[in-house]
């Protein structure tokens, strides 16, 4: 186990598609507005969400340098899309807004760790 990605693209790339959902997530498309509708996430909370994904593109990047930060950081990416599963299934929620987005992103998370770090 590393505590510096190695390769470090696979950390940017998490990073980057963080950023970009963080960003159409602030006037979400309709694909956004489905799941988090669906799940019952209150509207007045969304903007959390946003939060929680430009903070993990940050830490994902900063892990780049620094040691420690970036696993720890896509551990918690991990924990989030965990989360967001739980609350699909909770929800019944489970249309191809669960298995495209909130699954792949997971997918794409325990990619960046196994074949960043953990391999």
């Given amino acids: 186990m590393t505590l510096v990605p ?9 990073a980057a598609v ?8 602030i006037r979400p498309p ?7 509708d669906g799940v019952n996430f209150p509207r007045d909370w969304w903007w959390s969400l946003i939060v929680i994904k430009l903070a993990a ?4 990047i900063a892990g780049l340098w620094m040691p420690g930060i970036g ?14 599963s739980y609350a699909h299934i909770r929800a019944r929620f489970l249309k ?5 987005n909130c699954l792949g992103m997971l997918v794409l998370a325990l ?8 391999v």
């Fill in 6 to 14: 190695d390769p470090w693209w696979l950390s940017a790339g998490l």
């Fill in 18 to 25: 963080l950023f970009l959902d963080a960003i159409a997530s």
């Fill in 30 to 36: 309709t694909f956004i507005r489905v799941c988090l």
């Fill in 57 to 60: 593109a940050g830490g994902l």
């Fill in 71 to 84: 696993l720890a950081t896509n551990a918690a990416v991990i924990l989030y899309f965990l989360a967001a």
């Fill in 96 to 100: 191809h807004e669960f298995w495209v």
């Fill in 111 to 118: 990619l960046a760790l196994v074949f960043g770090f953990l």
